[in-house]
T-cell receptor, first 116, second 106 residues
Framework: GAVVSQHPSWVICKSGTSVKIECRSL??????MFWYRQFPKQSLMLMAT?????????EQGVEKDKFLINHASLTLSTLTVTSAHPEDSSFYIC????????????FGPGTRLTVL | KNEVEQSPQNLTAQEGEFITINCSYS?????LHWLQQHPGGGIVSLFM???GKKKHGRLIATINIQEKHSSLHITASHPRDSAVYIC????????FGTGTRLQVFP
């Protein structure tokens, strides 16, 4: 099946620093990618929809200036957590639909962010 | 009330047992995903279905659009099936259920 990669798989950073997470579709192109956040023992929550060539669409309650999304190419979307705080510590996951926007979603392996 | 409800929340089984996980939703959807998340966190898409039934190995997924209900069945369960199983519906956006934590003991 289609493969989506994320980098890094884990990151530990100091409070106040910015962290960039990459999401790549390895064997298919994705005009749309999705970013999720998952707290321990909770389900995934959609943060934003990343659109190639245009601005991301953020879900209610997600700060655009805090979570910067750039969909640089048809195979790469990046999420930058700016001025990270301990409450931003979470598991961040991306997904990309294969084929059309409503195609089967393929998920990245996730990035565990710990902010000290 | 959540738009996507799963039951049970937790499930333990002996190896070899037949397992059923249920998902009910209250929104209009175009498709439904069943996902598997292992302790490391990675998510695998098991099925995407919009009607009827799909089978892959020991896994079977069914959906009843009129009743807004889907089930995931695992036949001859095995300890390696231990994971969190998540139902996600495709409406205006992808909405996730809270997951079912399955543990299969040898």
């Amino acid at each position: 099946g289609a493969v989506v990669s994320q980098h890094p798989s884990w990151v530990i950073c100091k409070s106040g620093t910015s962290v960039k997470i990459e999401c790549r579709s390895l064997d298919f192109q994705a005009t749309t990618m999705f970013w999720y956040r998952q707290f321990p023992k909770q389900s995934l929550m959609l943060m934003a929809t990343s659109n190639e060539g245009s601005k991301a669409t953020y879900e209610q309650g997600v700060e655009k200036d805090k979570f910067l999304i750039n969909h640089a190419s048809l195979t790469l979307s990046t999420l930058t957590v700016t001025s990270a705080h301990p409450e931003d510590s979470s598991f961040y996951i991306c997904s990309a639909p294969y084929g059309s926007g409503n195609g089967e979603q393929f998920f990245g392996p996730g990035t565990r962010l710990t902010v000290l | 009330k959540n738009e996507v409800e799963q039951s049970p929340q937790n499930l333990t089984a002996q190896e070899g047992e037949f397992i059923t996980i249920n998902c009910s939703y209250s929104v209009g959807i175009s498709a439904l995903h069943w996902l598997q998340q292992h302790p490391g966190g990675g998510i695998v898409s098991l099925f995407m279905l919009s009607s009827g039934k799909k089978k892959h190995g020991r896994l079977i997924a069914t959906i009843n659009i009129q009743e807004k209900h889907s089930s995931l069945h695992i036949t001859a369960s095995h300890p390696r099936d231990s994971a969190v199983y998540i139902c996600a519906v495709v409406g205006d956006k992808l909405i996730f259920g809270t997951g079912t934590r399955l543990q299969v003991f040898p």
